[in-house]
């Protein structure tokens, strides 16, 4: 999803930065750095269960509601499909192959039509 | 709008109506200017032609 | 002693060629095929949507990988154009001028590798994309503001004596509009490609020609790096050029009079 608020023609950014390459780029573009007075929004909300945190104070049900969350690294989805796979591969490790891979296709394509058209004439005489 | 999975919260169609009408106006005038340069005398009947061969008939014809 | 050197003709890489045709008398005469135009045209769009498939595929927030990042800056960047160059009211016409620029960097991308074939270079092409955009904005224009849009070709606090002439050359470069956006883009594209395919053939022949010109092989080749590069960035510059009139005109469309 685009992180433009596109009706606004405002550009919210919603999370931290991660590479550094980001750095470089947002400094042409105007991608604003999530101000510190917003930091109201990094805080969870407020877990408010009904009873559990109330006055009642009885520390048994909170424990309950937290020992059934799930605990440790998420699991790791294997990806669906072709371009799942290609996705978990190149574009989410920002690798640079996918340029070679689409030069390739179209050097290909390209020279199979360039073949078909003038290549093999040219191997018979010298202009076609 | 949806498309591709995604949805597209955005009009298109209205905002880029004059665009295709404009389009089709082109499409047509090139259309027609093409049509009538096929046809002209010194070179209706050249080979490089694609409606070389058409001209030839109707000439025939008539 | 004169040496003759054979080369292929630099522009025969600029040839149309039909993939499929369908011709025959039908409606007075049909003409419908795929020519190598159309099959490029075809295949940036398909990579413009492979793009936006692959891009974000996670659903994760912020800016995780470079494509994400690419493809934000390029957002970014046509969405800041179009804030600066039509404002507010510029904002639903925003999704096609992004597609336009997108097709156009693609398409003059997609030139660049080598056996392919530049659809940009080809004024038949461009031409028909500026035409239409001028006379669509005209359209645009005269739904807008009706019969008080060609007030557009009288400039302000002009003297009445002057007004038959100013008009008369207004209305001359407004037309103009529409042969220059396309002819500006394409000679770009086709001198570059020329030139590239130049200096490649006869680097080609200095290098197998002779002995030192197989010691002297780096130089011409970085040459041709360097011009590559150029021509990168000319690809990038003449879709933003593009995009960019393009804004302008919509804007003189939709507000007359902005200065």
């Given at each position: ?128 | ?62 | ?114 056996y392919s074939f530049c659809a940009t270079a080809h004024f038949a092409f461009t031409l028909g994309l500026s035409s239409t955009i001028v006379l669509g904005v005209t359209i645009l ?119």
């Open positions: 999803m685009l992180l433009y608020d596109f009706y606004n023609f405002n550009l919210v950014q919603r999370s931290t930065i991660k590479s550094n390459i980001t750095l470089f780029f947002s400094l042409s573009f105007h991608i604003s750095f999530r101000k510190m007075s917003s930091i109201k929004s990094l805080l969870p909300p407020k877990i408010s269960v009904s009873g559990v945190t109330g006055a009642s104070g009885s520390t048994a049900a909170l424990s309950d509601l937290y020992s059934k969350l799930p605990k440790g690294p998420a699991p790791k989805v294997q990806p669906q499909g072709f371009l799942g796979r290609y996705y978990a591969r190149y574009i989410a490790t920002s690798s640079p192959a996918p340029i070679l891979h689409v030069s390739l296709a179209i050097g290909l394509i390209g020279y199979t039509v360039n073949y078909h058209f003038h290549l093999k004439y040219h191997k018979k005489r010298e202009h076609h | 709008m949806s498309l591709f999975g995604r949805k597209f919260p955005t009009p298109i169609v209205r905002p880029l109506a004059p665009f295709i009408a404009a389009a089709s106006i082109v499409w047509l005038t090139v259309n027609k200017i093409e049509n009538s340069a096929q046809s002209l005398p010194p070179y209706d009947s050249d080979p490089r032609n694609p409606k070389a061969l058409l001209n030839k008939q109707l000439k025939e014809h008539h | 002693m004169t040496k003759i050197i054979h080369i292929y003709n630099p522009l025969e890489q600029f040839e149309i060629v039909k993939f499929i045709a369908l011709e025959g008398p039908l409606f007075g005469y049909i003409q419908i095929g795929l020519t190598n135009i159309g099959f490029y045209l075809l295949l940036a769009s398909l990579f413009i949507i492979l793009l936006h498939l692959l891009y974000n595929k996670e659903g994760v927030l912020g800016l995780s990988n470079t494509l994400m990042l690419c493809m934000e800056s390029l957002f970014g960047f046509v969405l800041q154009l179009v804030k600066n160059q039509v404002g507010p009211s510029g904002q639903p016409y925003f999704p096609a001028i992004y597609s336009l620029f997108l097709f156009i960097l693609l398409l003059n991308l997609v030139g660049l590798i080598p224009g005269l739904k807008l503001h009706g019969f008080h849009f060609f007030s557009l070709f009288v400039p302000a606090g002009t003297p009445l004596a002057l007004v038959p002439l100013l008009t008369l050359i207004e209305a001359v470069s407004y037309v103009a509009r529409s042969v220059s956006l396309g002819i500006r883009l394409a000679a770009n594209m086709l001198a570059g490609h020329i030139l590239l395919h130049l200096f490649s053939t006869f680097s080609w022949k200095f290098i197998t020609g002779s002995f030192l010109g197989l010691l002297l092989a780096p130089l011409p080749l970085l040459f041709i790096t360097l011009l590559y590069g150029l021509e990168i960035g000319v690809a990038f510059i003449q879709a933003f050029v593009f995009v960019l009139l393009t804004c302008s005109y919509i804007q003189d469309a939709i507000k007359l009079h902005s200065d």
